[in-house]
């Protein structure tokens, strides 16, 4: 059985609210969190990988591309590799590292979030299928036993073992 075990059981917790100031949400969204780097990582994700066609794609200024670019791979989540067109200068492809790979889950939610409550009459306006069977791609939580997680009220927040709380956390935590 894959329990997570920690010393600030839920039990220990009680019903006290507790902030962590490493979160991981937070931390990522510093990086991530704004509207033209999750369109960047979006064409990344179908291929595209030049930044004419990043431009032509997202429609972002040329200057907010470059900086959105930059920062991506000062974070990790794209390496540059070069390459040349015959007659022109060395250039560079942005590809995906394995850490931006792992970014493809949460676009892929935010996309059938925005499907299900933003799209119009007509439908999404993109529908992914897998290329093996054709079969439209959904998304599902699992635990790790392999039960089904239909929502947030099924799950239990604890702190993890890198966690470090807040002072009101750890205040709240002691007095119980």
């Given at each position: 059985?894959?329990?997570?075990?920690?010393?600030?059981?839920?039990?220990?917790?009680?019903?006290?609210?507790?902030?962590?100031?490493?979160?991981?949400?937070?931390?990522?969204?510093?990086?991530?969190?704004?509207?033209?780097?999750?369109?960047?990582?979006?064409?990344?994700?179908?291929?595209?990988?030049?930044?004419?066609?990043?431009?032509?794609?997202?429609?972002?200024?040329?200057?907010v591309l470059s900086a959105r670019l930059t920062?991506?791979?000062?974070?990790?989540?794209?390496?540059?590799?070069?390459?040349?067109?015959?007659?022109?200068?060395?250039?560079?492809?942005?590809?995906?590292?394995?850490?931006?790979?792992?970014?493809?889950?949460?676009?892929?939610?935010?996309?059938?979030?925005?499907?299900?409550?933003?799209?119009?009459?007509?439908?999404?306006?993109?529908?992914?299928?897998?290329?093996?069977?054709?079969?439209?791609?959904?998304?599902?939580?699992?635990?790790?036993?392999?039960?089904?997680?239909?929502?947030?009220?099924?799950?239990?927040?604890?702190?993890?073992?890198?966690?470090?709380?807040?002072?009101?956390?750890?205040?709240?935590?002691?007095?119980?």
């Amino acid at each position: 059985m894959a329990t997570y075990d920690a010393d600030m059981s839920e039990a220990a917790l009680g019903n006290v609210s507790f902030r962590v100031e490493n979160c991981s949400i937070e931390r990522a969204l510093a990086i991530v969190g704004e509207k033209w780097t999750l369109l960047v990582l979006r064409e990344a994700f179908s291929g595209v990988r030049r930044f004419a066609d990043m431009q032509a794609a997202t429609g972002a200024p040329r200057q907010v591309l470059s900086a959105r670019l930059t920062r991506l791979v000062e974070e990790g989540l794209l390496r540059k590799v070069p390459y040349r067109e015959p007659g022109q200068r060395q250039r560079d492809e942005y590809r995906l590292t394995q850490m931006g790979l792992d970014l493809y889950p949460a676009l892929i939610a935010l996309m059938h979030w925005g499907d299900r409550h933003l799209a119009g009459q007509e439908g999404p306006p993109v529908i992914l299928t897998h290329r093996g069977c054709g079969a439209v791609v959904e998304q599902h939580f699992r635990c790790a036993e392999g039960h089904q997680v239909p929502g947030p009220r099924e799950v239990t927040r604890l702190p993890g073992p890198g966690a470090r709380l807040s002072a009101a956390a750890r205040a709240g935590s002691a007095g119980d």
